[in-house]
């Protein structure tokens, strides 16, 4: 089991605890209270998220280490807190193991993708498709 599953396995515990939709709505809300904010600068347009219907921002950075670290934000609360789930999911993993996971595993697991409307669920393909994206081109660089 990689440690992307391993960290999944632990947020969908997490989600187990709660008890319906509104409480954990909440708890995504809280988890993206948590990330730390990006500065003026990083809120460009190129580390624009294209897709999503809120303004989401990603900056990816390749560490010495081999791995990637990843840091986002949002103006929407709970788009925040999907950011922070992405980035528990990937942040601190090297590119490889970043492209062998399907983010629709996490979606599903946690129960977001039929939680979710239509257009954050698109929103959310769109922050994992960035993140994919960005480790392929750190892989193949």
């Given amino acids: 089991m990689s440690a992307i599953e391993d960290q999944l396995n632990d947020l969908a515990a997490e ?8 409480e954990r709505y909440r708890y995504v809300i ?8 990006l500065t003026d600068a990083e809120r460009s347009d190129a580390n624009k ?11 990816t950075e390749p560490k010495a ?15 925040r807190g999907l950011i922070a ?3 528990r999911l990937f942040s ?19 129960g977001l993708s039929g939680a979710l409307s239509s257009q954050r669920s698109n929103g959310l393909a769109a922050m994992a498709t960035r993140i994919r ?3 392929e081109a750190l892989a193949a660089a």
Avoid: K, N
Avoid at 30 to 37: D, M, V
Avoid at 49 to 59: F, H, K
Avoid at 67 to 79: E, K, L, N, P, Q
């Fill in 92 to 110: 601190g993993r090297r590119p490889g193991e970043i492209m062998a996971f399907d983010p629709r595993l996490a979606f599903e697991t946690l």
């Fill in 65 to 79: 280490d081999g791995t990637v670290s990843f840091r986002g934000d949002s103006d929407a609360h709970i788009v």
């Fill in 49 to 59: 998220v294209r897709g999503c219907a809120s303004q989401v921002w990603l900056v």
């Fill in 133 to 135: 994206r960005d480790a």
């Fill in 15 to 22: 989600f187990d605890l709660l008890g319906d939709w509104e």
């Fill in 85 to 87: 789930i992405l980035l």
């Fill in 30 to 37: 809280e988890l993206g209270r948590e990330l730390a904010p």
